[in-house]
């Protein structure tokens, strides 16, 4: 290894210690990570004392991370490199229904519900009424798919954000399964526009850029179905007054949809009567089919 590099050669004096990678994808990723990285340093002079600013930066985030709560996914988001990575992989503008971020609020320890099911975890708010269905790009209902969903609650909460409240047990969130029809649904509170957790590294981001933290109304849906390419993504209120200025990017023109009110009264689509006002939701997913 040569010494006594410079500005300029000690980029390729670091890249060389990785051509002897065995994984051919490994060593081109570091490679070009150090290139970048490297290129950057030099293009804004970075200073001792602001790389020093940069490191302490990303220790404090990973201090913040808890088993509840992943700032590094929220930085991945807040600096749009969350979805930059799908809009790569998933550009949209087919049949098939777009897919967004995940965002850090799923979790595997969610509750299997039948369809028609009270998901709410009895958290208090307006009633929402959620009518899904999943096709294949042919028009064909997809039984027996796995439909994962989760949302916040009429306050901008998630379950895991307020786990004294529920003593530890979930709310909003469930695994439903389609019927023959590829129909699935549920009942549970409509959610509300949120800010994403502000008040840790991150947060200093967005204060420094003058940013807005708020997310707009949303639901997620993680589907998986045998034979498809699984699908993550969420639908947004139109009405939203976040929807065009979302913290993280996530909203696609097609994910849009309609949270349509009804006054107290009411027959709800599952028949039963809601003596208070109520909301419902309906879409359609549509599941690429995975390439033999």
């Not at 990973?62 to 809009?87: A, M, N």
């Not at 790569?88 to 897919?99: A, F, K, L, M, Q």
């Not at 909203?251 to 949809?257: K, N, Q």
Request: hydrophobic fraction near 35%; charged fraction near 30%.
């Amino acid at each position: 290894m040569p010494i006594d590099p410079t500005a300029t050669s000690i980029t390729e004096v670091v890249q060389k210690t990785f051509e002897g990678a065995e994984d051919e994808r490994v060593k081109e990723l570091f490679i070009r990570l150090v290139q970048h990285l490297h290129d950057f340093t030099r293009e804004v002079r970075l200073t001792g004392e602001e790389w020093f600013k940069a490191v302490d930066f990303l220790e404090r985030v990973g201090k913040t991370c808890t088993p509840t709560r992943q700032e590094y996914v929220l930085l991945s988001d807040i600096l749009g490199v969350s979805v930059l990575v799908d809009l790569i992989h998933r550009p949209g503008g087919g049949s098939v229904t777009d897919s967004t971020l995940l965002g850090p609020f799923y979790v595997e320890g969610r509750p299997k519900a039948e369809n028609g099911s009270d998901i709410s975890g009895e958290v208090t708010g307006t009633p929402m009424f959620f009518n899904g269905r999943v096709l294949d790009s042919d028009g064909i209902p997809v039984a027996g798919a796995r439909v994962d969903t989760w949302h916040s609650d009429g306050e901008g909460s998630y379950d895991v954000q307020m786990q004294d409240r529920l003593h530890g047990e979930p709310a909003m969130r469930a695994l439903l399964t389609t019927d023959h029809d590829g129909r699935f649904w549920f009942r549970s509170v409509s959610p509300r526009y949120y800010p994403v957790p502000d008040d840790g590294p991150c947060g200093e981001i967005l204060r420094a850029a003058n940013r807005s933290p708020m997310r707009p109304e949303h639901l997620h849906f993680w589907l998986h179905a045998e034979g498809f390419e699984p699908l993550i993504t969420m639908l947004v209120r139109g009405d939203d007054p976040y929807v065009e200025r979302d913290a993280v990017f996530g909203v696609r023109r097609s994910l849009v949809v309609d949270f349509v009110r009804h006054p107290a009264g009411e027959t709800a689509p599952d028949g039963t009567r809601v003596d208070e006002p109520f909301q419902t939701v309906e879409r359609t997913f549509v599941l690429a089919r995975k390439e033999r």
